[in-house]
């Protein structure tokens, strides 16, 4: 066999070699890497190799020990830490590392739940800016220039453009759709909004809301009453108990809260309902005339309802979270909780 093809054979013994144990690993050494391995004698036979292959004969002889010590370092390293002289063979039966995978929020898992509710009643989703003007947020809402909403110590105001400010709810998106569609409308307002408020177990400078706005011929009280009562059986259960309370906004006259019946079972059913039992979930009324012939809707022809709700208040009522601040802290201890319920 000339000294090229003697290499090339030993470059394929050095490449199927399979080492498990340590005695079988020196021998390897001493064949290839040792003081009289057996590459040596074929550095010198180079002599006779013809000119035209000696590139060819010394490039492989490099590659030959270089494949043996890659092979012999890598072998020794795996068997290092046997103890036993034979390489740790991994149970392939053995199941694998979980991926750790990520999990919803509890907002987003409320919200997304409020949407398929009024999704299934025919409302569909509107949304819009969260920087606003003066006249969507305020204006058009009934809300006049001496109302104390408007105040700074109350609304966050952006330095340009002038009288814009970060939304202070989602009627914002109502007043957008009222003046660029014609009645029937039937629409859900998801979204952040923000509150120039001190963060407290109870309050945030930023949360979510969703409200909703139906306007049509001959909407009455009625027509909304039983949509929200409805709405609160598909989120409560279908043995939910409502009720409605005067109240008073800006945007809708008459006005109303609603209630739900929570019960006094618990300490935490005394504690949310502050001894009660029923629990506000909402603010809802007729659409104030005023407001339709801002938008330039004909209030003579058409009516409308609108509610709206905090969704961190819903997703704490839902979960049993006593702190609000923490939907808003990012902290996988906590929010890992909400794995199983997505």
């Not at 054979?9 to 040792?34: C, D, H, K, V, Y």
């Not at 009453?225 to 598909?234: D, I, V």
């Not at 979930?281 to 409308?304: F, Q, R, T």
Request: glycine share 6%; net charge negative.
């Amino acid at each position: 066999m000339n000294p090229l093809e003697e290499l090339k054979s030993l470059i394929t013994e050095i490449e199927s070699s399979q080492i498990a144990e340590a005695a079988t690993l020196e021998l390897f050494r001493i064949r290839f890497l040792g003081s009289k391995n057996i590459l040596k004698p074929l550095s010198a036979s180079i002599r006779e190799v013809p000119n035209e292959q000696k590139k060819e004969f010394g490039q492989l002889l490099n590659e030959a020990k270089q494949k043996a010590e890659a092979l012999f370092e890598r072998t020794q390293s795996m068997l290092s830490g046997g103890g036993v002289g034979k390489m740790e063979v991994p149970d392939l039966s053995l199941p694998g590392i979980p991926f750790s995978l990520g999990s919803r929020h509890p907002v987003s898992i409320v919200m997304d739940e409020i949407i398929d509710v009024f999704a299934r009643m025919g409302f569909e989703v509107a949304e819009e800016r969260e920087i606003e003007d003066d006249w969507h947020n305020f204006t058009a809402m009934n809300t006049p220039d001496d109302h104390p909403a408007r105040d700074m110590q109350d609304t966050y105001y952006v330095a340009s453009p002038p009288g814009w400010l970060l939304r202070t709810h989602t009627s914002s998106v109502q007043a957008r759709v009222m003046t660029t569609r014609k009645p029937p409308i039937r629409i859900i307002a998801p979204g952040r909004v923000y509150r120039n408020e001190t963060v407290s177990a109870r309050a945030h400078c930023q949360f979510h809301q969703v409200e909703v706005l139906y306007i049509d011929e001959g909407v009455s009280f009625a027509d909304m009453k039983q949509t929200l009562h409805q709405f609160a059986q598909s989120l409560y259960g279908k043995d939910a108990v409502t009720r409605l309370r005067p109240s008073y906004f800006p945007f809708t006259e008459p006005s109303a809260e609603m209630d739900v019946w929570f019960g006094l079972g618990d300490e935490h059913a005394h504690r949310i309902t502050k001894g009660t039992g029923w629990l506000e979930i909402m603010g809802c009324g007729m659409v104030d005339p005023a407001v339709l012939e801002a938008c330039g809707i004909d209030s003579k022809k058409y009516s409308g309802f609108a509610c709206g709700m905090g969704i961190e208040r819903q997703a704490m009522i839902k979960y049993r979270i006593n702190d609000i601040r923490l939907l808003f802290e990012n902290d996988v201890r906590f929010l890992k909780q909400f794995a199983s319920v997505v």
